[in-house]
């Protein structure tokens, strides 16, 4: 089993709707998690960083964390075509020798007008 | 300007060549990373470096070399390139156990 685990998409949705993204994880030494967005032909940027289970809001976006079933969501709200880009599940903090994250695959979004 | 500066952009170059791609940075961070892209495979790391005398293999370094030729500056070596090194790079830079890590521009490689 890898360690994260992500559904590749792509998912197309309308302008307007909620979305969400969806990961997985195996490693419960985990201790923060963090959702990085990808634009085509970019590096990914950090949007997302949470430490603790529950939610965090940041305008549009939720991040939720359920450490007890490893579960990590990204809601998108009010989704736009701006929101168009690769998400990146990125949990950390293990305690691995690279002391960094373990990225999963990343969901393609389409964000159709 | 960009924080984290990748060069060259986009190569394409021959199987058996030796290639050099070049990362700098302005953030002041000690801790550098270098990963590789893949459709359907993400993000994975081939070297990281703590500081310029500590640098690490990652997950998939077989066929990789790098150079911390000071704080700001890792490079990554692919001594004789083969066609399945074509993919995305990019270089991550990181200020000591800070979680947040700032991605270069990427450099698309194609080896033929």
């Known amino acids: 089993q890898k360690e994260v685990e992500q559904d590749p998409g792509p998912l197309s949705v309308p302008e307007g709707a909620i979305v969400s993204l969806n990961c997985t994880y195996s490693n419960s030494a985990f201790q923060y998690f963090m959702w990085y967005r990808q634009y085509s032909r970019k590096g990914p940027e950090l949007l997302m960083y949470?430490?603790?289970?529950g939610n965090k809001e940041d305008g549009r976006f939720t991040a939720q964390v359920d450490k007890s079933s490893k579960y990590i969501s990204l809601f998108i709200r009010d989704s736009q075509p701006s929101d168009s880009a690769t998400y990146l599940c990125?949990?950390?903090?293990?305690?691995?020798?690279?002391?960094?994250?373990?990225f999963g695959k990343g969901t393609h979004l389409i964000i159709q007008p | 300007d960009a924080d984290v500066t990748q060069t060259p952009r986009n190569r394409i170059t021959k199987t058996g060549k030796r290639i050099m791609l070049e990362c700098s940075q302005t953030k002041g961070h000690d801790r550098m990373y270098w990963y590789r892209q893949d459709p359907g495979l993400g993000l994975r790391l081939i070297y990281y470096?703590?500081?310029?005398?500590?640098?690490n293999k990652g997950e998939i370094s077989d066929g990789y070399s790098v150079s911390r030729q000071a704080q700001a500056k890792f490079s990554l070596s692919l001594e004789s390139a083969i066609p399945n090194q074509t993919a995305l790079y990019f270089c991550a830079t990181t200020k000591g156990r800070d979680n947040e890590q700032f991605f270069g521009p990427g450099t698309r490689l194609t080896v033929l």
């Open positions: 949470t430490y603790s289970s």
């Open positions: 990125a949990p950390g903090g293990s305690g691995g020798g690279a002391d960094g994250l373990t």
């Open positions: 470096s703590f500081d310029v005398k500590d640098i």
